[in-house]
């Protein structure tokens, strides 16, 4: 622990000790011993003494035994010379140096007038309220419980100037904390300056004015422990439950505005001990190990623009936004609403334009939670019913985050913008695709918006792995254009992690269930040489999606006793889907085209499908809008293949995929491509001519036809017949 920090606090108990002797025995000397002290309307006594050392104190005399407590406690100041571990010291010091305040603050409630005004609201004669009274704390206590408020600021000193009062407050206030003010410096306060500005202040406002004195600083810890007494099952003495409890469950800090000086240093060590922190905006050091605080116990000199930030973070405070902020209806029961061409307003990306969806992780220097802008045209610079290319940059960071939890959390902008109403999503990663109706557009709905629902959502369902998020939207087409080649290289390392897995070296496989809001009975069964249909999970994703959300759509399956190796059926996989498809499939097959095939959703990224004249198969990227030779568009083959039923012959998946050992494994396995769209067959080309040379089959990439050469499956037989494809010469298919 900084000695610097230690002394000053440690001085500055000595000093606070020293003047809660002195007026105590002055009101003892003038009122007698026997007279009455009490906070206003509680039952926990004077709460600090009550919390930690299970004291009853009623009168003035026996104030002295809690004197008495604060002078044992009371360590010698810092030696010039020798250094000694610091931080038992300076906690025991922040301690004394609250029970002190406790019996400055008892004092002034013999006094008359009374200092305080012992009501909810301020008054305009009266601006320090003091210690709240039992019926504000079980209101306003229970709101640390039930998250409504997290927990608040006890704001020391005073701003450097009115403005940034109030911009500091309404800072704390949307992220639905309580303001504790007091200690005033040089007669001027926060409280002072916020009533200059006219705000409202009072309990009902979250802005709550304590007192001008350091002292009254000990209010808001007073709060803290008789929410632990009171909700936390903490019994009076049991010092570590109450402390505890307040570090584990009330996100509290100080922020110390102004000169720092020894007795607001005793102040923040005496919050330490609950698990407060402080962060100062003048330079007054640092304590930046962990230990009694979740994370650093003080950090210093943060710009008051910043320091709501910075406290959240160092508080380890998760930010969750109650309501989506947007001019549309939101919920779920939006998720499987469609918007028909012409209902549309706007477009964006698509199979005709480019676009992506982007998770990535900062620092978090780096970001601004909150932030979204939009880049390129917004809705109403475009035609009705026109089309712009989307690239939407989500940008996370938080000291849990972790590179693998990047995908877990973008494929939830698929969900999260569905669940708006008016606004229909469809695809993933580079092939995603958005319409805005007309109605939405009308209500005010913006680009901006898909921001605004990440935002709110992701804080809401995934904060806990992250602190701060902000948003890009791109729609200039170059904007897009430029950042896609970096995206896809991201897709590749992600799908490359699992390069040395196989199915068989696992004993567990991951479900995902994200897209039953689409087709009610499909599951994905994410196995480490298969990942979802739409391409963005793997069996890693899965199993990170699951350490993010245990109870969420990605579950851990026992693969159970192997039934086939081949088609790829498990019994613990049997009963799990069996389960989850709302028993409408019996039997399921992780890798055949053919028999009890996997069930499909609508996000697949190819389709698959039997050629019988060829003994092959074609496969269609969904990017491919033209005739393919099976007969049908892409559209038309996702209708039959979607919606969670088993379409033997036919199948839809992801494109890594393909390059799997277990692609179609009893069917003979990916030699049974006989034709693909050029530019899938491009983009695969080093994993077209790896399954070649693993399957002995020279310049197995050439013979696999595409719309080039074959629109027709009689094109694609005479094709294959002509370079003499191998799936002319594997067992028939049926
Ligand atoms: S396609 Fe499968 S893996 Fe992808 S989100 Fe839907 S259910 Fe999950």
Not at 188 to 201: D, F, K, Y
């Amino acid at each position: 622990m900084s000695k610097i920090i230690a002394t000053k606090a440690i001085r500055g108990a000595h000093t606070l000790v020293g003047r809660a002797e002195k007026e105590l025995l002055q009101a003892i000397e003038e009122k007698g011993p026997d007279t009455r002290v009490e906070f206003p309307n509680t039952a926990y006594y004077l709460p600090i003494s009550h919390g930690m050392l299970g004291m009853r104190i009623e009168t003035l005399g026996g104030l002295k035994e809690l004197l008495a407590q604060a002078k044992n406690l009371l360590p010698p100041v810092p030696d010039d010379e020798l250094w000694l571990p610091y931080l038992g010291n300076a906690l025991d010091a922040g301690m004394a140096a609250l029970f002190a305040d406790e019996i400055i603050e008892a004092v002034k409630y013999t006094q008359d007038p009374l200092p305080y005004l012992p009501e909810l609201n301020p008054d305009n004669d009266h601006l320090w309220l003091g210690a709240a009274n039992d019926v504000i704390l079980r209101e306003r206590g229970i709101e640390f419980v039930d998250g409504t408020a997290p927990g608040f600021a006890a704001c020391v000193g005073c701003c450097p100037s009115s403005e940034v009062a109030v911009a500091v407050a309404r800072e704390l206030q949307e992220k639905n904390l309580y303001v504790f003010m007091s200690a005033a410096n040089d007669g001027r306060s926060m409280a002072h300056q916020l009533q200059e500005q006219g705000i409202e202040m009072g309990w009902e406002t979250r802005l709550v004015p304590f007192g001008d004195d350091v002292t009254a600083t000990v209010h808001a810890l007073g709060f803290a422990t008789r929410a632990a007494l009171s909700f936390g099952g903490a019994q009076p003495g049991d010092f570590d439950r109450v402390l505890r409890y307040n570090k584990n469950r009330v996100f509290a800090f100080v922020l110390a505005f102004g000169p720092v000086d020894d007795l607001k240093h005793a102040q923040a060590a005496g919050a330490i001990n609950f698990g407060f922190p402080t962060i100062a905006e003048t330079d007054i050091g640092q304590i930046l190990p962990t230990g009694v605080c979740t994370y650093e116990h003080v950090v210093s000199p943060i710009a008051p623009a910043k320091i709501v930030a910075k406290a959240i973070e160092v508080r380890g405070l998760k930010v969750t936004v109650s309501k989506v902020p947007i001019p549309v209806p939101y919920g779920p029961a939006f998720q499987g609403e469609r918007v028909r061409a012409q209902d549309t307003r706007a477009e964006l990306g698509g199979s005709t334009l480019p676009g992506f969806e982007f998770v990535t992780s900062r620092g978090l220097d780096e970001i601004e939670d909150g932030r979204i802008e939009v880049l390129g045209p917004d809705i109403d610079d475009i035609e009705p019913g026109g089309k712009l290319p989307v690239g939407i940059w989500v940008e996370v960071a938080g000291r849990e985050m972790q590179t693998d939890f990047e995908p877990i959390l973008e494929r939830q902008i698929h969900d999260l913008i569905n669940g708006a109403h008016g606004i229909f999503h469809m695809g993933q990663r580079d092939i995603n695709w958005i319409r805005i109706s007309k109605e939405a557009s009308d209500k005010g709905f913006c680009f901006k918006h898909l921001g605004s629902i990440l935002h709110a959502k992701l804080h809401g369902e995934y904060g806990k792995v992250f602190d701060k998020l902000q948003v890009k939207i791109f729609t200039r087409e170059e904007d897009v254009s430029e950042r896609l080649s970096h995206v896809r290289d991201v897709y590749g390392q992600r799908d490359a992690r699992l390069a040395d897995m196989t199915d068989e070296s696992v004993e567990t496989f991951y479900s995902c269930a994200l897209c039953q809001s689409f087709a009610p009975n499909h599951v994905c069964i994410i196995t480490p040489e298969r990942s979802g249909l739409c391409g963005s999970y793997n069996w890693l994703d899965g199993k990170a999606a699951h350490k993010i959300n245990p109870t969420g759509p990605n579950q851990p399956i026992p693969k159970g006793a192997v039934i086939d190796p081949i088609k790829g059926q498990w019994q613990g996989v049997n009963e799990f889907v069996y389960n989850s498809s709302h028993k409408s499939l019996e039997i399921f097959n992780a890798y055949s085209i053919i028999d009890y095939p996997m069930t499909s959703c609508g996000c697949f990224e190819c389709i698959s499908c039997l050629l019988p004249s060829t003994n092959g198969i074609m496969v269609v990227y969904r990017e491919f809008a033209d005739m393919t030779p099976v007969g049908m568009k892409f559209s038309t083959l996702a209708g039959m293949v979607g919606g969670g039923v088993q379409t033997p012959g036919f199948i839809g998946h992801s494109k890594q995929y393909i390059g799997s050992r277990k692609f179609i494994l009893p069917e003979g396995g990916a030699s049974r491509i006989v034709w693909m769209n050029s530019k899938l067959k491009e983009e695969l080309a080093p994993v077209l001519e790896k399954i070649g040379e693993n399957a002995g089959i020279d310049n197995f990439y050439d013979m696999i036809a595409d719309e080039t050469v074959a629109t027709t499956e009689e094109d694609v037989f005479e094709f294959v017949s002509k370079v003499n494809h191998p799936a002319l010469s594997m067992p028939a298919l049926f």
